[in-house]
């Protein structure tokens, strides 16, 4: 009788453990739907707008029909390679196609510490992917050099005010471990502002496998208007070693009425680098709570930091603060 009695406990643990497996299996989360722009009106979506320093000689304004019909995928593996000299990337990592005249400027902004072999693949791999698209854009790397806990959300804001003053007129908020592998996902602003990856690797028991987290996922790489970040005040610079900052955003953005999109997940695959995260997955302290005053009241108004130094690299302007 106890060897029944433990042959069906251990049964129901089984089957506990099966049902748990199901419901947190990647394969669930990809056959969520959600909306998305078509590949056919991925150009109407877009916001044509250069920054003010941006100039071309150029007799033709590009043509962008035919990158977001480029039907091809990079390989996760083409990522450990160097930067072909003709590639033409200006001191700050400033790059504008020569053969035509860009209707697309965008500031990649990127938060970092401590990833030097992460940010050299990150860097190689993104001009590589981005020259492709013929648009005017400058990658800004934002370092934390102090010892306080990593805070993404800080860096990010300053990396906005940097690229803002500079007249970039969208914004493109991106982790350095995030790598696009299809050239149609144009880095250019939609309308609304736009999670830009809607499927990644990390999410899957395989790599062939690209899955999206959760339908409110807001993190990775965001493409806004600079004009919109400035009108929910940024991103709170209260995430100090903790994560949430993204659910905050997401949260600005419903405060003003502004959905975010997508493009079409086939467009929107991602490679995540493995890396060890600083900051906690505990919860957030009540304080951390999204409120609209709290928005009001803390961002790129209350926005305070040291910076140490900028220096222009070849492939990126280094902006490197305290917090």
Not at 47 to 60: D, F, K, M, P, R
Request: contains cysteine.
């Amino acid at each position: 009788m106890m060897r029944y009695a433990r042959k069906k406990k251990y049964f129901y643990l089984l089957f506990i453990i099966a049902v748990l497996v199901l419901l947190l299996h990647p394969d669930m989360n990809s056959r969520r739907t959600y909306d998305f722009i078509e590949k056919q009106n991925i150009l109407n979506a877009l916001h044509e707008e250069t920054a003010e320093n941006y100039t071309s000689t150029a007799l033709v304004t590009c043509d962008y029909h035919d990158i977001i019909y480029y039907d091809v995928t990079m390989p996760a593996t083409s990522i450990d390679r160097d930067l072909n000299e003709s590639y033409r990337i200006k001191e700050g990592g400033e790059y504008a196609p020569v053969e035509c005249k860009a209707s697309f400027s965008s500031a990649i902004i990127v938060p970092y510490r401590d990833k030097a072999e992460l940010l050299r693949t990150f860097l190689v791999h993104m001009h590589s992917f981005l020259r492709r698209q013929h648009i005017h854009y400058r990658i800004y790397v934002v370092e934390q050099l102090d010892s306080r806990p990593y805070n993404r959300a800080k860096l990010i804001n300053i990396g906005a005010i940097t690229a803002i003053n500079a007249g970039y007129p969208c914004l493109i908020l991106h982790d350095v471990d995030m790598l696009p592998l299809t050239p149609a996902n144009v880095y250019a602003c939609t309308k609304n502002p736009r999670h830009m990856w809607s499927s990644n690797n990390k999410f899957s028991w395989r790599v062939t496998k690209f899955v999206l987290a959760y339908s409110n996922v807001f993190g990775g790489a965001i493409a806004i208007l600079a004009k919109q970040f400035r009108d929910i005040n940024g991103m709170s610079n209260k995430y100090f070693g903790v994560s949430g900052e993204d659910d905050d955003l997401y949260e600005r953005l419903e405060a003003f009425n502004l959905k975010p999109c997508r493009f079409d997940p086939k467009i929107s695959q991602y490679f995540k680098s493995p890396y060890n995260p600083e900051r906690s997955w505990n919860a957030k302290s009540p304080e951390l709570t999204f409120t609209k005053k709290g928005m009001i009241e803390d961002g790129l108004n209350t926005l305070k930091y040291t910076e140490v130094a900028t220096v222009l690299h070849p492939l990126f302007t280094h902006i490197m603060v305290d917090l």
